[in-house]
């Protein structure tokens, strides 16, 4: 059965591509609306002019996928709120440095960080005027600091600031993954500046939060440990920002992180309960209507209970497509029911389809479905205990083999006992949240044995320790792996080709496989001939200097950090690996580089600089040198200016007002991010 054949699937990658389209490329809503009109209007009449032909012309199928690329489009563009005129920053374009009067609703509760608790927050009115979006909200942690609760309405007076973009090559980029979620700035105020409103109203998410924290209320005087806790919120309440990070790491490093996060195991888990619970219902008249109607309720209630991430999302839709079809005794195809769920989902959150979680999900399922049969025939036993055990492999490494390029590319690490962490835990993992639903139904109604509550607890503590050890076998953790987009592409291009080529062996599918082993030779090839040669960088280090020089793939790095705070620091890391970079070489902070034709010169706390016949091209100032800028200008005359982040503000500030009146380039790092010089 060829995939393509579907017209489903061919319309939903038509509309992704439209999404794709419409986010990259700034096309104005009005000329997306008509463009969109003009496209129907060519497929009704294209619809007409081929209904009574026995030999259908390309057209109508032309004009069909142009209209759904367009739609796509339309639909980022709609649900983009800066479209909207009421949006927050056309109250404040260009005047985000002045002081605002806000009125907000907290949305959403974030994990905290070192200095500030964080939360994502509705904006209700801005100096008075109705406005809508949402900001990133910082309060500054202290002892006496009481968290915010979801749908509580707050008035204070603030700035909006931008959200910086990486400061340094190949860092993690927090600015575009809040823009993919329509946040655009934040905001950093104390709690005592903000003034509470009483309000009554309350949005689903607050019903959700307060289902979520009366189920914890209930599940407290039994006493589970905070690692225990936290593990039981995320399988059966998915809210992980409570996970300690060891706990956290633990499952990363041993390839089991999925199983923290609700997916179709969870929600098939919870359809098959419901569905048992409510099949004398079928039996009555219009029951299997009203057997739908309340598979689909509950299913999505618990979604919005579960914070409807993608993940929750694309498994609740998926099996509510098979709920309906159920009780509509039409058969299924899982391809078919797993493009129409990506295309209802899109319809409503079109930037879930940028989201990390939303693509492993699809790209897992998708490898499942096509390649776990291929790989289960290879291996048939009579016995139940060993069926089960190979087949738990089978789909485990085909749901790897679908991850793995994009799980590379994100996350550059691969767990090679992936596969004995989803042995031991996906088997019995159906009965730990059965057993978790259990639970906390019957805390809720006061009626849990405490026995139960213990061995439960003592459950998730054995799975907990079981992840650690599992995570502590680095050996088997492969760590810091070079992975581009381009091999992104190139691997899965030669993984559908391989699947192809076992399905059907012919000369064709072999022909297509050859030529996607030449792909990745390429890609490889092209890579390697790319990375950066002869480049010097002054990556961007809060309270210390970080100088690194790139020649023959291999790059040397000077600094004048402790081993502690170096041990810690991943700015290096994220730039040879982002490079493709193997070797890493320790060296020594210096006064003066030489870089071919070009010189830069290092002038630090010291402030020496007095240096005969030596025109350097850059200065770099470091730990606040005490100097007269206007004197080194005049004496030494450098081209750029370059501070770097172990300067005390002040003085940069006072720096960048000398180099704007003397018309000399400056750059702080600490506002544009690591200074490259390519020699």
């Known amino acids: 059965m060829k995939l393509l054949n579907f017209t489903i699937i061919k319309l939903t990658f038509c509309f992704v591509l439209g999404i794709g389209i419409g986010h990259g490329f700034n096309i104005p809503l009005q000329l997306n609306l008509?463009?969109?009109?003009?496209?129907?209007?060519?497929?009704?009449?294209?619809?007409?002019?081929?209904?009574?032909?026995?030999?259908?012309?390309?057209?109508?199928?032309?004009?069909?996928?142009?209209?759904?690329?367009?739609?796509?489009?339309?639909?980022?563009?709609?649900?983009?709120?800066?479209?909207?005129?009421?949006?927050?920053?056309?109250?404040?374009?260009?005047?985000?440095?002045?002081?605002?009067?806000?009125?907000?609703?907290?949305?959403?509760?974030?994990?905290?960080?070192?200095?500030?608790?964080?939360?994502?927050?509705?904006?209700?009115e801005v100096d008075n005027e109705k406005v809508i979006g949402k900001s990133l909200l910082n309060i500054e942690k202290d002892a006496t600091t009481k968290p915010l609760k979801v749908d509580e309405i707050y008035i204070s007076k603030t700035i909006f600031k931008d959200i910086i973009n990486p400061l340094n090559p190949n860092q993690f980029n927090y600015k575009s993954y809040l823009e993919k979620k329509y946040?655009?700035?934040?905001?950093?105020?104390?709690?005592?500046?903000?003034?509470?409103?009483?309000?009554?109203?309350?949005?689903?998410?607050?019903?959700?939060?307060?289902?979520?924290?009366?189920?914890?209320?209930?599940?407290?005087?039994?006493?589970?440990?905070?690692?225990?806790?936290?593990?039981?919120?995320?399988?059966?309440?998915?809210?992980?920002?409570?996970?300690?990070?060891?706990?956290?790491?633990?499952?990363?490093?041993?390839g089991a992180i999925h199983i923290l996060a609700i997916s179709g195991l969870h929600i098939g888990l919870i359809l098959l309960i419901l569905e048992f619970i409510f099949k004398p219902i079928t039996y009555i008249?219009?029951?299997?209507?009203?057997?739908?109607?309340?598979?689909?309720?509950?299913?999505?209630?618990?979604?919005?209970?579960?914070?409807?991430?993608?993940?929750?999302?694309?498994?609740?839709?998926?099996f509510s497509v098979v709920a309906i079809a159920k009780n509509l005794n039409r058969p299924t195809n899982i391809y078919n029911t797993l493009a129409i769920s990506m295309l209802v989902i899109l319809l409503f959150k079109p930037l879930f389809l940028f989201d990390v979680g939303f693509q492993l999900s699809y790209l897992a399922v998708f490898a499942i479905v096509a390649i776990d049969p291929l790989l289960y025939r290879l291996w048939k036993t009579k016995y139940w205990l060993?069926?089960?055990?190979?087949?738990?492999?089978?789909?485990?490494?085909?749901?790897?083999?679908?991850?793995?390029?994009?799980?590379?590319?994100?996350?550059?690490?691969?767990?090679?006992?992936?596969?004995?962490?989803?042995?031991?835990?996906?088997?019995?993992?159906?009965?730990?949240?059965?057993?978790?639903?259990?639970?906390?139904?019957?805390?809720?109604?006061?009626?849990?044995?405490?026995?139960?509550?213990?061995?439960?607890?003592?459950?998730?503590w054995a799975m907990n320790w079981f992840i650690g050890w599992v995570s502590r076998q680095e050996a088997f953790l492969f760590k810091d792996i070079p992975f581009n987009l381009l091999y992104v592409f190139a691997f899965y291009i030669f993984t559908i080709t391989l699947v192809r080529y076992c399905i059907k062996r012919n000369y064709t599918s072999l022909k297509w496989l050859l030529i996607s082993v030449l792909i990745v030779q390429s890609s490889i090839i092209y890579?390697?001939?790319?990375?950066?040669?002869?480049?010097?960088?002054?990556?961007?280090?809060?309270?210390?200097?970080?100088l690194g020089n790139t020649s023959n793939k291999s790059i040397s790095v000077a600094s004048d950090l402790d081993s502690i705070?170096?041990?810690?620091?991943?700015?290096?890391?994220?730039?040879?690996?982002?490079?493709?970079?193997?070797?890493?070489?320790?060296?020594?902070?210096?006064?003066?580089?030489?870089?071919?034709?070009?010189?830069?010169?290092?002038?630090?706390?010291?402030?020496?600089?007095?240096?005969?016949?030596?025109?350097?091209?850059?200065?770099?100032?470091?730990q606040s040198p005490k100097i007269n800028l206007n004197r080194l200008i005049d004496s030494i005359q450098p081209k750029y200016i370059i501070a770097d982040g172990s300067n005390y503000k002040s003085s940069i500030e006072q720096w960048e007002s000398t180099c704007k009146k003397r018309k000399l380039p400056f750059y702080p790092t600490g506002k544009k991010g690591a200074f490259i010089i390519n020699y």
């Open 285 to 318: 008249k219009n029951g299997k209507l009203l057997n739908a109607i309340l598979l689909l309720s509950i299913l999505w209630s618990f979604a919005i209970i579960a914070g409807l991430s993608a993940s929750v999302t694309r498994a609740v839709t998926m």
């Open 527 to 546: 890579t390697s001939n790319n990375s950066p040669e002869n480049q010097f960088i002054v990556f961007h280090k809060s309270r210390n200097t970080l």
């Open 34 to 124: 008509l463009l969109t009109a003009i496209a129907f209007l060519f497929v009704t009449t294209f619809y007409f002019i081929d209904r009574n032909r026995f030999i259908k012309t390309i057209w109508f199928g032309i004009s069909v996928f142009t209209t759904m690329v367009l739609v796509g489009i339309l639909t980022t563009n709609i649900h983009n709120e800066k479209n909207n005129l009421k949006h927050y920053t056309n109250q404040i374009s260009n005047k985000t440095d002045s002081l605002k009067t806000i009125t907000f609703r907290v949305r959403e509760i974030l994990k905290s960080g070192n200095y500030y608790d964080k939360y994502i927050i509705d904006l209700l």
């Open 386 to 460: 060993p069926d089960k055990l190979w087949h738990t492999l089978t789909v485990t490494i085909s749901a790897q083999l679908g991850i793995i390029p994009l799980s590379l590319y994100y996350f550059h690490q691969f767990p090679g006992l992936f596969f004995l962490s989803n042995l031991v835990i996906i088997p019995i993992l159906g009965i730990i949240l059965g057993l978790g639903l259990a639970v906390m139904l019957l805390a809720v109604l006061n009626v849990l044995p405490q026995i139960i509550a213990t061995a439960y607890g003592h459950v998730i």
């Open 183 to 254: 946040i655009y700035h934040q905001i950093f105020i104390f709690e005592g500046s903000l003034f509470q409103v009483q309000s009554k109203s309350q949005t689903l998410f607050g019903i959700a939060n307060a289902i979520r924290n009366h189920i914890n209320e209930k599940l407290k005087p039994y006493h589970f440990n905070p690692d225990e806790l936290s593990i039981i919120n995320a399988l059966l309440l998915g809210q992980r920002q409570d996970i300690s990070e060891e706990v956290y790491l633990n499952y990363t490093n041993a």
């Open 565 to 622: 705070t170096k041990r810690k620091t991943k700015i290096i890391t994220d730039y040879t690996v982002g490079n493709h970079i193997k070797t890493i070489k320790e060296d020594r902070l210096q006064s003066v580089y030489i870089l071919n034709s070009k010189k830069l010169l290092v002038i630090d706390s010291l402030g020496v600089y007095n240096i005969k016949s030596f025109k350097p091209d850059y200065v770099l100032l470091r």
